[in-house]
């Protein structure tokens, strides 16, 4: 199971990383046509949009695994720890719901926009696939508080 959560990983963050510099190269390469050769191309500002969107939630799944998140922990720095335990398995199971409800309802705004064969303006994308990393990544979250909250418990019983 570990041999596969590492190889998950790597993949994670190569996606992650390969999508930030194409993001980086596209917006240059843009700036650049902008510029020196007075020409604009049309998808780059909805390519744009719809990568900030995939490496949004794919940073931010990321972050969750490895606790990178902003938290307000005045309470639970001042609390024991099988309380601080606690209070941490509360929390992560309230975060694990909340992504696991915004997973559900993207998922049916993806899914009626499969149905309607909705498409971008500029590029002609079909719109499913720009919406489609909000419930994916949705999900990974879930499961990553999930995990935080069945580790804590673990380290409750010890």
Known sequence: M??????????EKQVLVWTILALALIGFIQVVCRYLFNYSFTWYEELGRYLGVFIAFLGAATGVK????FSMDALSKNLKKPWKNILSIFSNCTCAL?????AYYSWKVVGKNYT????????NMPMYLAYLPI???SLVMTARHLKVAT??????RK
Request: charged fraction near 20%; glycine fraction near 2%.
């Open 2 to 11: 570990a041999r596969i959560s590492r190889f998950f990983d790597h993949i």
């Open 66 to 69: 490895y606790g990178m998140h």
């Open 98 to 102: 909340f992504f696991a409800v915004v």
């Open 116 to 123: 309607y064969e909705t498409t971008s303006a500029a590029m």
């Open 135 to 137: 419930p994916v990544f």
């Open 151 to 156: 580790d804590d418990a673990r380290d409750l």
